[in-house]
């Protein structure tokens, strides 16, 4: 199948989130996803475009575990990996407020946070 995209082109994906979700918590999953192996607070603060402290960044990590979007990958060293359900919040298949993945339309007209990718 053709890609109809030119390189670089962004498109939409529909992220259901919850309230206590913020724009940096994307940003940590999405480096997350792409990353080869468990990440600590300083590196994602070293790959995010902005400045954040690095204790902000690791709380915001520590959240994302508490709600299971990240995992740590040693009870005592604070390093990351995205979880099944931390990709699937990035596609679009799961609803983080519902804790539960989303059924495939079924003709929902659910409407959820859309967020560029």
């Known amino acids: 199948m053709p890609n109809f995209f030119p390189p670089g082109v962004r498109f939409s ?3 259901y ?6 724009l ?9 996803a792409e990353a080869d192996g468990p990440l600590d607070a300083m590196d994602f603060n070293d790959q995010i475009n902005a400045e954040y402290n690095t204790d ?4 915001r990590c520590n959240k994302l575990v508490d709600e299971g979007l990240l995992k740590r990958t040693h009870p005592r ?8 359900e931390g990709r699937a919040y990035l596609e679009g298949a799961y609803d983080v407020a519902a804790g539960a ?9 659910d409407t959820g946070t859309s967020e560029e990718v």
């Open 24 to 32: 940096l918590d994307d940003r940590i999953l999405e480096i997350a």
């Open 101 to 109: 993945y989303r059924a495939e339309n079924n003709g929902n007209t």
């Open 17 to 22: 989130r919850a309230e206590w979700q913020v």
């Open 77 to 84: 060293h604070a390093a990351y990996v995205i979880t099944d």
């Open 13 to 15: 994906v529909m992220r």
């Open 56 to 59: 902000h960044v690791r709380r």
